[in-house]
């Protein structure tokens, strides 16, 4: 018996507000959004705090300077965005291991983890990589009609489908 689908957003709503949103943002803070950088500002940040002389010489953190800006507020307002949305949907539930992923893997917490932060850095590591995050080239890139937004944006779609179908044998257990 398959459980009952929880109340979503219509994606149609959620994509055009997230478009007035970008809007809103480059008219009121004149940047567009991105969000990697400000894990790179919140790790010059902590290393500030242990080694301030090493942060002071590093021509990166002379450029982007580590402090608390509009991105990292950004970030942080994605969290408590995210909490709101899902508390008001009353879809909210504490999950260590997603349904999906412990029907294909089982239940062990610690390789979910393992697999989950690996993901992340190498995620990570790609962003930075490219000079920018999926934030940042993907929507930010495609509402300035940019040609790196769009085929960035296709390759996160090509990349996401693959890696889906490699991981999940395409929704099969």
Known sequence: MN???PPQWSPYLAGALVGVLIVISAWTT???FGASTSFVRTAG???RIIMPERI???PYFRWITPTIDW???FVIGIFFGSLVSALTSKTFRWQAIPDMWKERFGTNT???GVIAFAGGAIA???ARLA????SGHGLSGTLQLGISGFITLAGFFIGGIIMARIIYSGGKK
């Not at 000079?131 to 999926?134: F, I, L, N, Q, T």
Request: proline residues 8%; hydrophobic residues 40%.
């Open 124 to 126: 990570m590591f790609g």
């Open 3 to 5: 459980k009952p689908e």
């Open 30 to 32: 004149e940047n567009f």
């Open 71 to 73: 991105q990292l507020m």
């Open 110 to 112: 610690i390789n979910r």
């Open 131 to 134: 000079g920018g995050c999926p």
């Open 56 to 58: 002071a010489a590093n």
């Open 45 to 47: 940040m902590l290393e």
